[in-house]
């Protein structure tokens, strides 16, 4: 018999007989309706305790205010989406003279690996949302948005607008029906890539981006 | 090596607990290194639950899993049924040595000679590393905490934090001999260094190895909680990703996952969620330009389905590792995680580990804990550590009427003289004019008591045997 079969007959022919599966209420994760005012605070109160930036602009705005985010850090190039609207907006902004190189994650990873790893100063992606309680942002990597883009650059720069800003992870879940189909590869981010392994020392950026810049647009 | 040997692993006697709690209660750097980090820890859970209705939400958390575990079987079929539509390889292990044999497998149809490994308490109880390193294939530890482990040549002492056992200083010493960094005190630089060691490794490494904290039934998905994005990397950058877990840690829905991650994050380090939350359900598209070409799910039983079969030892599978147990407990943060030469250490190894390793291997654990019930108090999943730590001490005494012994090596503990005098025991209390007779005579002979009974002496004094019995006490007032 095969080890499949093995264990899945021992489980089903369990000496203790069947057993009866309790009810579960998720009702204990429900929030009040919070207007996005205080869903904005929250969670700009929640990214920044773990490290995050946040950065608060307009459709208008952003733009400056990355720049200016990004001279100051004496970034070099910023790897940006090919085809979503971050990616066309910056690119038709090409005659400014303040923001880096941009470059496009437009190639398998295979062929342009060790530049990325070694070269990239910073990426910028879209977001599917925002999780007020816990700080977090969602992100569902695409073939337009690469799953490296987010954490090898040692800056990674998200965009989230204001009204996708939900309370909890539960609430973003239900509402964005996850459960009819998952993506490759999903994600939550809170924050820079952190550490605490040497005698509970907190560290940044330690396999990850030592810097998660969030520009919420409102 | 034939298809059958088992390999040899690194052998720590676990049956030597005393000797090895003795040195670690001497050693004055262990009981600092732990006592600090543990304090700061039961803090931080404290605080994170904050404004929580914690005890509802810990009946959740037992519920969901309770739920998981009545369906496990169908589950389990529904998750590689998922699993397999979204493009991932599903692969069954008996036990850890089979388990071993599919990574072996995966790597060697590959041609793989590298291979970096995410955190995996899973691939520790198999002692994946070792038997890899026998094959001619590099494993390489890129959690830090693992990474420092591996260096040093250790098992984790600790399921979240696995190098709490070292100080900066030691560290530092460590990463200096072993890599050649400079020495320092600045946890920034250290941290520096192995960010930079570790780059390389994850761009050349052929195969990725990560363990699973959820594997949802309902779409196909397997979650990693980190927060060090060594994960991530694992899980993305070389063409394989192989990905190994305990059948237990399916549950049915992603429902399920939002409430569990909230008890898993702050109950083990008091975040209110770690920097990532990765969600994988396929290996890479066709138009996806990363991620890996090819995902393998190992599903490990190793003792499992034998636990499962019990109803009260069946808690002991609710764990969702967390740690917190440990975090809590006095005999734990005193002695330190390598004294109980376990793969997991503190409660949730005395009642995880007597399953998979059998009690005459593991006798001494049910008995290293004080019963004051801190593990079953903070255990976010409510699973009754200390109950089943009174079980199995039965057990190591091959049980009685109303537990019939279950657990492998069952009556290690038991001994003829201890034996003799329960038996002795029972019997004079079952015989009053024995009783009297017996409990008279040590009254009036208590002078040829000894003065030194064993353990109980070494800290305290003996206890005196009264003058007169309580009976004849109560006579002699009339009652």
């Not at chain 1, 940006?80 to 190639?107: C, F, M, Q, T, W």
């Not at chain 2, 390999?7 to 006697?13: A, K, R, T, Y």
């Not at chain 2, 793989?112 to 038997?131: D, F, P, Q, R």
């Amino acid at each position: 018999m095969s080890s499949r079969d093995t264990i899945l007959q021992r489980l089903r022919n369990r000496s203790g007989g069947n057993l009866t599966a309790p009810n579960c209420d998720f009702s204990v994760l429900e929030r009040p309706d919070w207007p996005v005012s205080e869903r904005i605070a929250m969670f700009e109160k929640n990214i920044e305790s773990v490290h995050g930036e946040v950065h608060h602009c307009t459709e208008e705005t952003w733009l400056d205010r990355l720049a200016e985010v990004l001279s100051t850090r004496g970034a070099r190039n910023l790897l940006v989406p090919k085809e979503h609207e971050i990616g066309l907006k910056l690119r038709s902004a090409v005659e400014r003279e303040d923001l880096p190189n941009l470059l496009i994650y437009d190639e398998p990873i295979e062929s342009w690996q060790s530049v990325l790893f070694n070269d990239v100063d910073a990426g910028i992606t879209s977001t599917r949302g925002g999780i007020a309680e816990t700080g977090s942002l969602i992100l569902w990597p695409t073939a337009d948005e690469p799953r490296l883009m987010s954490l090898v650059p040692p800056v990674h720069v998200a965009v989230l607008y204001a009204s996708d800003i939900y309370t909890t992870f539960h609430e973003a879940m239900q509402v964005q029906d996850w459960g009819a189909g998952m993506p490759t590869n999903a994600l939550l981010i809170s924050g820079p890539s952190k550490t605490a392994d040497i005698e509970q020392t907190l560290a940044y950026g330690v396999h990850g981006p030592k810097e998660l810049i969030v520009l919420i647009i409102e | 090596m034939s298809e059958t040997a088992e390999h040899s692993p690194h052998h720590i006697d676990v049956k030597e607990f005393h000797p090895r709690a003795q040195a670690a209660i001497h050693n004055p750097k262990i009981r600092q290194n732990f006592r600090k980090a543990m304090d700061g820890l039961m803090t931080k859970r404290k605080s994170a639950f904050e404004g929580w209705d914690l005890e509802t939400l810990r009946d959740l958390g037992a519920n969901i899993r309770l739920r998981a575990l009545a369906n496990l079987p169908d589950l389990l079929e529904q998750l590689e049924q998922k699993l397999t539509e979204n493009g991932i390889k599903v692969h069954w292990a008996v036990d850890g040595d089979e388990a071993c044999r599919i990574v072996r497998d995966i790597c060697k149809a590959r041609d793989a000679k590298t291979v970096i490994k995410g955190k995996s308490m899973v691939s520790e109880e198999m002692e994946l590393n070792h038997y890899l390193e026998e094959q001619g294939i590099e494993a390489l530890e890129s959690d830090l905490g693992e990474y420092i482990v591996q260096l040093a040549g250790e098992t984790p002492s600790h399921i979240i934090m696995p190098a709490i056992h070292k100080n900066t200083d030691e560290i530092s010493e460590l990463m200096h001999e072993k890599t050649g960094t400079d020495l320092s005190h600045d946890v920034e630089y250290l941290t520096a260094s192995a960010r930079l060691q570790l780059r390389e490794k994850f761009m050349n490494a052929d195969v990725g190895v990560s363990g699973v904290n959820f594997a949802v039934a309902e779409t196909g998905t397997l979650c990693l909680v980190e927060n060090e994005g060594n994960g991530r990397m694992t899980t993305t950058v070389p063409p394989c990703h192989i990905a190994v877990t305990g059948i237990e840690k399916v549950v049915p829905n992603l429902e399920d996952v939002t409430a569990l991650l909230a008890l898993l994050t702050r109950s083990a380090t008091g975040q209110h969620i770690t920097t990532y939350f990765n969600m994988i359900s396929g290996p890479r598209k066709p138009d996806e330009l990363d991620g890996p070409e090819e995902v393998h799910l190992v599903l490990v039983d190793n003792g499992r389905s034998s636990i499962y079969q019990d109803d009260e030892l069946l808690d002991t599978l609710r764990c969702i590792r967390c740690g917190a147990c440990m975090n809590h407990c006095p005999v734990y943060t005193r002695v330190g995680g390598h004294t109980y030469g376990t793969t997991y250490p503190g409660p949730i190894g005395k009642i995880l580990m007597p399953h998979l390793i059998g009690l005459d291997e593991g006798r001494h654990l049910p008995t290293a804990s004080s019963l004051c019930g801190a593990c079953g108090e903070v255990c976010p999943v409510k699973i009754p550590i200390p109950d089943l730590l009174v079980r199995l001490r039965q057990e190591s005494v091959d049980g009685d009427k109303l537990h019939p012994a279950k657990v492998r090596g069952h009556g290690a503990k038991r001994g003829a003289v201890e034996a003799m005098v329960w038996k002795g025991w029972s019997w004079m209390h079952a015989h009053p004019g024995m009783y009297r007779f017996g409990t008279s005579m040590a009254a009036r002979f208590r002078k040829l008591q000894p003065g030194q009974i064993g353990g109980w002496t070494q800290y305290r004094t003996a206890p005196k045997l009264a003058p007169k019995t309580l009976h004849e006490r109560l006579k002699e007032r009339g009652q």
